[in-house]
């Protein structure tokens, strides 16, 4: 069970957009359509944003988008706020029962 | 309203044990898989277990097997982990989380665990 890969940091201007990669292999994002996305501000619990790939819980901003093509997933922040600065986490089912996670991207607000 | 509530953290020794537990309440306990997530200061998640409705069946990463052990009383709306033979690296905030649909929708605010001599 290898860790996701995230870059570490990404950053954009108020109302502009960001994009997050989460690269996994053929063992997890690549098979499973269960790739999932939290939002953790310093000192917070993290907050689902994402499920099943592409899906908003109830209360999420569409604001927040994401997609999957291959082994690699994406988030994308758009109309970017103030509030939207904090760690973001890609997760994904990778069989057997497991989960794994991404290390995270922190994304700034400029 | 869903409410996890972990405790059980604290300051252990090197080689020692510990058990966490969260208590739940505001849903069904016994409908959903549980799961245990940790994040060492200053670093990011590490999923940690897994469990199913009634704790028949279990999930850890590799490195993690043979030393935590994850259980549920449905009965009590408790989940718990014991962690046994504890390395200065399994220092960490714990979280407890539901699983709602293959993703966890619920979290606790987490029970730090300090392992130093």
């Known amino acids: 069970q290898s860790a996701l890969t995230q870059p570490p940091s990404a950053s954009g201007s108020p109302g502009q957009s960001v994009t997050i990669s989460c690269t996994g292999t053929?063992?997890?994002?690549?098979?499973?359509?269960?790739v999932s996305w939290y939002q953790q501000h310093p000192g917070k619990a993290p907050k689902l944003m994402i499920y099943?790939?592409?899906k908003r819980p109830s209360g999420v901003p569409d604001r927040f988008s994401a997609s999957k093509s291959g082994n690699t997933a994406s988030l994308t922040v758009s109309g970017l706020q103030a509030e939207d600065e904090a760690d973001y986490y890609c997760?994904?089912?990778?069989?057997?029962?497991?989960?794994?996670f991404g290390p995270g991207t922190k994304v700034t607000v400029l | 309203e869903v409410q996890l509530v972990e405790s059980g953290g604290g300051l252990v020794q090197p080689g020692g044990s510990l058990r966490l537990s969260c208590a739940a309440s505001?849903?069904?306990?016994?409908?959903?898989?549980m799961h245990w997530v940790r994040q060492a200061p200053g670093k990011g998640l590490e999923w940690v277990s897994r469990?199913?409705?009634?704790?028949?069946?279990?999930a850890y990463p590799d490195s993690l097997k043979g030393r935590f052990t994850i259980s549920r009383d449905n009965a009590k709306n408790t989940l718990n982990l014991q962690m046994n033979s504890l390395r200065a690296e399994d220092t960490a905030v714990y979280f407890c989380?539901?699983?709602?649909?293959?993703?966890?929708?619920?979290w606790g605010q987490g029970t730090l665990v300090s392992v130093s001599s």
């Open positions: 099943d790939v592409s």
């Open positions: 505001g849903f069904t306990f016994s409908d959903y898989w």
């Open positions: 989380a539901r699983e709602g649909v293959s993703s966890l929708d619920y």
């Open positions: 997760s994904s089912y990778a069989g057997s029962s497991s989960f794994v």
């Open positions: 469990t199913n409705f009634d704790g028949r069946i279990t």
């Open positions: 053929s063992s997890d994002i690549g098979t499973y359509n269960y």
